[in-house]
T-cell receptor, first 110, second 116 residues
């Protein structure tokens, strides 16, 4: 079993839809949780960062962490075609390396 | 003020040949990471350099893989006797601090390696 599980998709939604992306993990020691966005043939870029449990909102994006369930989510409101990309969750223990999920391919249709 | 750069952007090689992939991190970043991304897979950690400390090589898949970082800046990832399963995108990232808190890793565009 992988340390971080993420459904690879692809997830296809119409423009304006609310998108929910999720990851589960097995290591209860993870403290830092991130979401990266990767456009085709580009490197990943940090989108959201959360420490421990809770919610964080940034514009149309909301990141949620539920440590009791070992489950993290990224919500995208009013999705746009420009949001079409691969979304990678990543997490780490303090002082340790990032562990990435496999990435979910998102396609927003106009 | 450029970001992380990698070269070449694409590399096609024959099975059994050696290849060298280059990474130029953001100026002043002390930490440098190499990852491998295969089709439909997440990022697989390969190696990590931090300042003058001994690198963390725990992710290198075999002794055919090695990496150097000269002068605390440019890094080269070398794959000897390439195999078809080495075909992937090799990503380099750099960050300004040790693995602590939200030290954002900035990624390069990657080198797409194809082994025929």
């Amino acid at each position: 079993q992988k340390e971080v599980e993420q459904d690879p998709g692809p997830l296809s939604v119409p423009e304006g839809a609310i998108v929910s992306l999720n990851c589960t993990y097995s290591n209860s020691a993870f403290q830092y949780f991130m979401w990266y966005r990767q456009y085709s043939r580009k490197g990943p870029e940090l989108l959201m960062y959360t420490y421990s449990s809770g919610n964080k909102e940034d514009g149309r994006f909301t990141a949620q962490v539920d440590k009791s369930s070992k489950y993290i989510s990224l919500f995208i409101r009013d999705s746009q075609p420009s949001d079409s990309a691969t979304y990678l969750c990543a997490m780490r223990v303090e002082g340790n390396k990032l562990v990435f999920g496999a990435g979910t391919i998102l396609r927003v249709k106009s | 003020g450029a970001g992380v750069s990698q070269s070449p952007s694409n590399k096609v090689t024959e099975k059994g040949k050696d290849v060298e992939l280059r990474c130029d991190p953001i100026s002043g970043h002390t930490a440098l990471y190499w990852y491998r991304q295969s089709l439909g897979q997440g990022l697989e950690f390969l190696i990590y350099f931090q300042g003058n400390s001994a690198p963390d090589k725990s992710g290198l898949p075999s002794d055919r893989f090695s990496a150097e970082r000269t002068g605390g800046s440019v890094s080269t990832l070398t794959i000897q006797r390439t195999q078809q399963e080495d075909s992937a995108v090799y990503l380099c990232a750099s960050s300004s601090a040790l693995l602590a808190g939200n030290n954002e890793q900035f990624f390069g565009p990657g080198t797409r390696l194809t082994v025929l």
